[in-house]
């Protein structure tokens, strides 16, 4: 008898076949929207930007057509006000370069750490503090997390890790599970935190082997999913979202203040009610790191702080999100206070 040679194809899972066929391209997005590139001339989409579009399909359906303000298409169109170099904005506003102790693990607070699993989006968002960050020589295979998985090993005062990325859901669950076996053997490690905005943008990356190795896993699960805009939470996304918090598993979200797309007290409000109406707790509204690209989604924070002041008249004390900024060098996440 042969030995067989080839394996047979892989079939797909949907969202990878989702992530595959994202929109790639500006002049797309805008046909696809019913938007003459005419219309944004203020705001030219640039043609070939640094930070390439990506925007899947599920994501683009919850655009409203022929509007050229929808607080999602702002969130990943280009515009010609990325290339403005602005003062007191750069590539690393966060720290995270000086923050990496073995490539892609970065710890600057305690008890926690923050592990790259990948450079790989499944949407590109044009505030992104990582869109310049160096992913390359970041691990991408077991083999290369190794070494960051030792440094943890190393370590017993850390007892949560953090996967983040790029988006660590970009991983197949196979890919994901071993990493998470690697981990669940660290006897000092209790809790297991995924931050990713695919339950968000393609919501079918929820899967029953994702809730299955939530569930098995002896790691604490959290959830930290990331929506700016209440007109995220549809389509496909609720029902999505609902399974996680459905697991038992705690979903919390954070979002970046952005001018434009959630800079007033109604979106934030809708914001925070459509997430606790899915379960989910609002736990961070970012002020913006001030990286090269994004100063036009930049709010004063002196106008976030009358934001928060003005949601919390409105809204349940779980619904309010602690607003912060990210600070070099801090031992956590800033609270920017009334
Ligand atoms: C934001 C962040 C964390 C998590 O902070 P929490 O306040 O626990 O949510 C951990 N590590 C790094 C490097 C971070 O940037
Ligand atoms: S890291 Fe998060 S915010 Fe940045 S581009 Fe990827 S999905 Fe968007």
Redesign the pocket.
Known sequence: MSARTTTPPVQQERWQRELAAAVRCSKVLLERLQLEPALLASEEPIAKPAFPVMVPESYLQRMQPGDPRDPLLLQVLPRADEQLRLPGFSVDA?G?LE?QQTAGL????HG???LITTGACAIHCRYCFRQSFPYSGLPVTTEQWRKAIQAIQADSSIS?V?L?GGDPLVLTDGRLEKLVQELEQIPHLQRL?IHTRLPIVIPARVTTGLLQLLRRTRLQPFI?IHANHAAELAGDCPAAVQRLVGQGIPVLNQAVLLRGVNDTVESLEQLSLGLINLGVTP??LHQLDRVHGTAHFEVPEVDGRQLIAALAARVPGYAVPRY?R?IRGAT??TPVLP
Do not use: N, T
Not at 106 to 109: N, S
């Open positions: 966060v995270d923050a970065l710890q600057k607070y926690r750490v923050l949560e953090i983040s935190r930290v736990y961070y912060v990210e956590g996440k």
